[in-house]
């Protein structure tokens, strides 16, 4: 069952990391502003939040198997709109009722259902070394999807498309993508045909209530600073600043997600030597003080050096951050927890895109950088103060 989810993951990766590097440049082709642009990204979040909450909690009453069909007919009707509409209001619709991800990251309604399935793979490093390998594959394969997001750029100079339709084409591939979705969701095991019966006349989070909350709370701050530099509105300001044309952002954009999937795999074994806390804090720091520095950078060869440096230590927390989630909550309720922290998450993200549209439309300065990097530092303390004695069962 473990590889056909991180396989499905993978696909996925593939299709987020294309339309996340194509999608600021499609819209802008569409005739929108950077700040329409920075609103289209909110819309996504916003949409993947209240999504998220609804399968996270709901999710016991109902087979994980059917959960994640559903998903799948609407990643194809995220792809059909954005290759069909081309209005701002008819766009931020279908953002908001999609699937579409505009960070390097997994921002779904995928997410709780996988996650709580992967749980029952194992526990301690175990686990944590089966979530490495999942996100490891969405990683890489986003990788392989920033560098095909290069091709329409291509298109237009060597054969003379017109840019629109050459970017439209990415969003149909997306939309294909949940076809060999839907093949790979059909085979799992019967474990993930039935729903949990008795986790659902359960209340959600009855038992570890307090801990997730607190967890969310903390999350969210994270992922309000991230909002700042998801991988569209980063793109955006590379472009802005430094004239980058959309082939060389889909080659830095591989190489920073190669070294942020390959970095994963050291999670399992620093946090069984330090700590799954002290793995997601001490990786976390010097990789948002790298965010930092890089909008201060005069030229694009160091700014790109920072972010590659910073894409080799941002993600490493990850796999020890979702094992941990799992790890403080029991078993029946591990979607509820993973949805519940994952939508705040979604929620403190959507406000950031907009600001930071808003600052690049009267600047090219990196200040969405700074905002970014400033207010994970905070969350990394604040997570270490609260949560460092705490021991994962």
Known sequence: MSRAIIAARALRGFADGAVSVVLPSYLLALGL????????????LLGSALLTLIVGLLSARFAPQRVLLVACALMAGTGLGFAGFSGFAALMVVAFVGTLNPTAGDVSVFLPTEQALLA????????????????????????????????PDLAVKHFGVDPAPALRTVFLVYACTALPLVALYRGLGPEAGAPRAAAGRAAP??????????LS???????????????????????????LSLAALGTFFFAASTLSAFSQFMSARLAARIGMIQTMVFTHLPANALLVA????????LALACLLARGALSQMDVPARQSFVMSVVPPEERAAAAGVTNVPRSLASAASPLLAGALLEHSSTGW??????????????????????????
Not at 368 to 393: E, S, T
């Open 33 to 44: 502003s950077k700040f329409e642009v920075g609103a289209v990204a909110t819309s996504t």
């Open 368 to 393: 969405p950088l700074v905002c970014a990097g400033v207010a994970k530092i905070v969350y990394d303390l604040l997570l270490l103060w609260q949560f460092r004695r705490v021991q994962p069962g």
């Open 205 to 214: 989070l009855a038992k570890s209530r307090g801990v997730v909350l607190k």
């Open 294 to 301: 890089a909008a201060f950078m005069p030229t694009a060869p």
């Open 217 to 243: 709370a903390l999350f969210s701050l994270d992922s309000f600073g991230g909002g700042f530099a998801v991988q569209s509105l980063l793109a955006l300001w590379l472009h802005a600043r430094f004239g």
């Open 120 to 151: 029952q793979a194992g526990d301690g490093t175990q686990r944590i070394a089966t979530f490495a390998r999942y996100n490891v594959a969405g990683a890489l394969l986003g990788a392989f999807g920033s560098l095909a997001a290069g091709l």
